[in-house]
Every structure is written in structure tokens, then in C-alpha cells.
């Protein structure tokens, strides 16, 4: 396989997204775009992009605005520039755009993950168009305190300036993470492989706090993924699978996670599954175990 780099620009603002590409060994079937979480970046879904590269993909990822390489300056990290959300859903269009433009005549799965997969959904409203299929990884939940946490962040905007970042949003962002897992802390809730989580946390590009402008397009996501105004289903045929980890603080629980799936049943698309991975927390491609669920995203894909 072959790994290149690869700069779009935003339509928003000119940024330049920065982006990695795998391409397999012979003729590619298709193209899985990646599309990363909060406080991540390309690089960390490199062994992704490299299994379905070795299966004969088309494997991409871009960074976020405010994340990797994607910033003006390393004081960026956790800025998004924007605070509608708007400006990181067209990012993520845009790069979808110039994929198929670079491999035309291929079909594009786009897998999105935990912040990723709002992403994701809020680019599934208007442009469901530019896709095959849809893969939900770690989809949080609707959180129904969302109307008081966009006063809260308001509040503390005003206090402390949009750069500020706040431990208190940090800590209301995750659910307070670890703290759901008895005897266990830091990023435990992330995954079981203590190896990964130390790399994680060790890892300037991921281990930083939002800014308030961060979370404020963190709160506008959630708002506009469960949102059913805006949906323009282009095409109700979509196949749209959701796969998370049973133990993931992220999607609440069971019942939360079979509402988001069927909120996109109902705003019309017809071919929605999922599944869920017993004892397997947020970051399911980090997993102990992981290769299954490698492998079952690899059947989806080739239908």
C-alpha cells in the first residue's frame, strides 16, 4: 500500500485541512473516509486506514479545524474559528468532494466516530447525496440537558472569553468519564487496553481541553444531529449502521442508543441496522478484540 498527504481548503475560511490517504496494492474497490473524534486526530486512525487499505480500499482521514495538523498554531488545539458547527460539517463535505474527484467511479463509505459521527449525521442532512454508506461509531446520545448547557457555556463565554478553556465543560462533555467505572480512572473509559490509553494520554495532540468556541460547536452538533428539521433524505435507501461497545458511557445505554438509530429511521431512511459490542467501551477500533469488529464493518461495506 501506498500513504500520501493530501491539503483541501475550507470554503468557510480558508483553512487548510491537513489529510492522509492509504491507497491498496492493485485495483480499489472502494474508499472508507474517516472521520475522527474530539480532541483526536488523522493519525490516530492510521491502523484503521491500513486494515481496509490491505482489504483493497481507498482508506482517508482528515483533520479537523482546531485538531492535528489543522490548526495555524498549536494554541489553536481545541479552536474551531466558527462556533455554529456549520464550518466542520462543510470541512468534512469538502473533503468527501475532493476524494471522489481524486478517485472517481468508486463507491464511499463515510465512518465517523463519537464526535465524528455528529459530524457525520449533520453532513447526512443535506448532502446523503455524496455517499454509498454511512457507518455511526460511538454515537453519544442525545443529551437532554443540552438547552441549559448551551446558558452554561454562554455564561462562562462571557466571563472568560471564547478561548477560555473550562474544566467544568470538559468534565460535563464525557459524562465525567472514568468516574462511571468503579476502581478505574483517567481514560479508562475509552477502551480496556491500558496501552492504548497511556499513548493517548501522553499524546499533546489529543490530551488538551476545548475552548469554549470548541464546545460550543460541540453543543450545536448534538442539537442539529437529533434535529429532524433540516434532514433532506435524499436518499431514504441509505445503508446506515451504528456499532458501539455495550459498556460505552458515551451512548448513555442500551435504549439511548436504539432511539438515535431509530430517530434516523424516522426521519425517513429505510436501511438502518446496528450492533452492539458486549464489553466493549467508547474507541471499539481500540478495543481488546477489535479485530471482529474490523471485520464486521468490512462485510458491511461490501454489502
Known sequence: MIRKKFTVESDYDGLKLQG????????????????????????????????????????????????????????????????????????????????????????????GHSMGSMVVRCCLREHDDLIDKLIVCGSPSYNPFTPPAFLLHKCITLCKGERHRSKMLDALSTGKGAEKLKKEKGGSWLTRDEEVVAKKEADPRCAFVFTCNGFENLLNLMKYTYQKKGYQVKNPALPIHFVAGSDDIMIGDELKWFKAIEFLRGVGYENVSGKLYEGMRHEIHNELGKEEVFEDLLRFIEG
Open 20 to 111: 492522509i490517504v492509504y491507497e491498496p496494492d492493485g485495483q480499489p474497490k472502494g474508499i472508507v473516509q474517516l472521520v475522527h473524534g474530539m480532541c483526536e486526530y488523522k493519525n490516530y486512525y492510521e491502523h484503521v486506514m491500513q486494515f481496509f487499505a490491505s482489504k483493497g480500499y481507498i482508506a482517508a482521514g482528515h483533520d479537523h479545524r482546531g485538531h492535528g495538523e489543522s490548526v495555524l498554531r498549536e494554541e489553536d488545539l481545541g479552536w474551531f474559528g466558527d462556533g455554529s458547527g456549520k464550518a466542520i460539517v462543510e470541512d468534512c463535505a469538502k473533503v468527501t468532494r475532493y476524494l471522489r474527484s481524486e478517485y472517481p467511479d468508486l463507491p464511499l463509505t463515510l465512518y
